[in-house]
């Protein structure tokens, strides 16, 4: 049986402390989606290549490298979180991530140096997967154990409603720079002030983060594992018995990370495949990431109150059924009002099946070995998949001159999703009291 988490006392636990835990996780995204937007501008700033297509493949790729040092920082730091304390682990992750958005912010170009250039894209994209590798497990990990246990769904969702608000803050500012800067003013510079925006928030983040309480204490560990040697089996061992729910919940957030850099993509798609205008194109984001943040905390609450498994199994039902035809109207009939209508629902039914995952695999895990495991099953399934899916998307629709492939691909995520749900057990502390 897992662990039980401990709450802080209800007085302790402040909307301050959900928002420092929850800022690494939107910067991340603020950062992740910055790329992703100027994809276009980066690749011909760092891989200049005759066809344009070539050189966007080349930027997506290395957005992809940067998840290969993902695992190795999820055991790091997550193991880290597991032996000193979440908060440590917190604040080293943030200070790495920092440093290497600003050294990509300031990379001179391939014109400028050489072949440097993108040898020094590459080395602070590393630099920022290890740092973002650990991330996960220990901020979920201290929202589970800090929260109320009757609302960790609620309070786990601000994870994912806080990457969407620096997401929808990240569209905004693209958007304006599209406003006031020219094409080659954006490609020459305007694409480097979104990082350097995102740079300045590191010294915040830091401060608050430093003041946070700690949830991982020894008198906890002593309650939990009152025999001498229990902090010395290995982490197989501590995971016995838990196997079934790490695999469901590997299976469960691959499909969130699809579906999430399906919709970061949509800009890049709207601009490549579409051939719609930057500032129509940059919406896409405000529309899918501003209507995540309103149904994102509604999915927590459900989650609360229903279960994570059955909002799980809905959601992902739902999102299903309606990729396709929102896919096929997008380019049957491209507009603004269709594009942004049908990116709308899908985000809205999105929204509701994803926060229980993540909630469902920490809370069932033990604490002793909670931030490590989580992050090293989120690092895997986003390394995979979240740094391949942009990639695999243009060069299917390059290949196959399908714009309904991203649908497909999507579709085939939320299958995989369904099957981890029915092999998922319930870990909601509604449902479980109730069993």
């Not at 050189?55 to 190795?72: E, K, N």
């Not at 089996?233 to 995971?239: I, N």
Request: with cysteine.
């Amino acid at each position: 049986m897992a662990d039980v988490a401990v709450a802080l006392p209800h007085n302790t636990f402040k909307f301050r402390h959900v928002f420092a835990v929850s800022l690494g996780n939107g910067l991340e995204f603020y950062d992740f989606l910055s790329y992703a937007l100027f994809s276009v501008y980066i690749g011909h700033a760092f891989f200049p290549a005759n066809d344009k297509s070539v050189s966007l493949l080349l930027s997506l790729a290395v957005f992809g490298i940067g998840f290969i040092t993902r695992p190795i920082g999820a055991i790091v730091l997550g193991s880290l979180g597991d032996r000193i304390g979440r908060k440590p682990a917190m604040l080293i992750s943030f200070l790495m991530m920092g440093l290497g958005m600003l050294g990509l912010a300031l990379t001179p170009t391939y014109a400028s140096i050489g072949v440097a250039a993108p040898l020094l894209v590459i080395f602070f994209r590393l630099i920022q997967g290890f740092a973002l590798g650990g991330e996960i497990g220990p901020t979920t990990a201290y929202m589970v154990e800090a929260a109320p246990p009757e609302h960790r769904g609620l309070y786990g969702s601000m994870q994912y409603t806080t990457q969407d608000f620096a997401q929808v803050v990240a569209a905004v500012i693209a958007l304006a720079l599209t406003t006031v800067l020219t094409a080659d003013q954006l490609q020459a510079f305007g694409w480097r002030i979104v990082f350097l925006i995102g740079v300045l928030i590191v010294p915040f983040g830091l401060y608050i983060r430093n003041n946070l309480p700690e949830t991982l204490h020894a008198a906890d560990d002593a309650a939990l594992a009152p025999d001498a040697t229990r902090g010395s089996l290995s982490v197989r061992a501590r995971l016995s018995g838990h196997w079934g729910l790490v695999i469901a919940g590997l299976m469960l957030l691959t499909t969130g990370t699809i579906g999430s850099y399906v919709l970061t993509y949509m800009t890049t798609y709207a601009l490549d495949t579409l051939h719609m205008t930057a500032d129509i194109s940059f919406g896409v984001t405000v529309v899918s990431s501003g209507i995540a943040i309103i149904f994102e905390p509604v999915s927590g609450i459900l989650s609360d109150r229903c279960g994570r498994k059955p909002v799980i199994v809905a959601g992902f039902v739902a999102t299903l059924l309606a990729v396709l035809p929102a896919f096929w109207l997008i380019n049957t009939y491209p507009s603004m009002t269709t594009l942004y209508g049908c990116i709308a629902v899908v985000s809205l039914l999105f929204a509701i099946a994803t926060p229980p995952c993540i909630i469902a695999l920490t809370e069932g895990l033990p604490k002793t070995v909670r931030a490590g495991a989580v992050s090293t099953i989120y690092a895997f399934a986003i390394s995979i998949f979240g740094g391949t899916t942009q990639f695999a998307i243009k060069g299917l629709i390059y290949l196959t001159h399908n714009p309904l492939a991203p649908a497909y691909y999507w579709m085939g995520a939320l299958v995989v999703g369904l099957i981890g749900a029915t092999l998922m057990r319930e870990t909601a502390p509604v449902k479980v009291r109730r069993a």
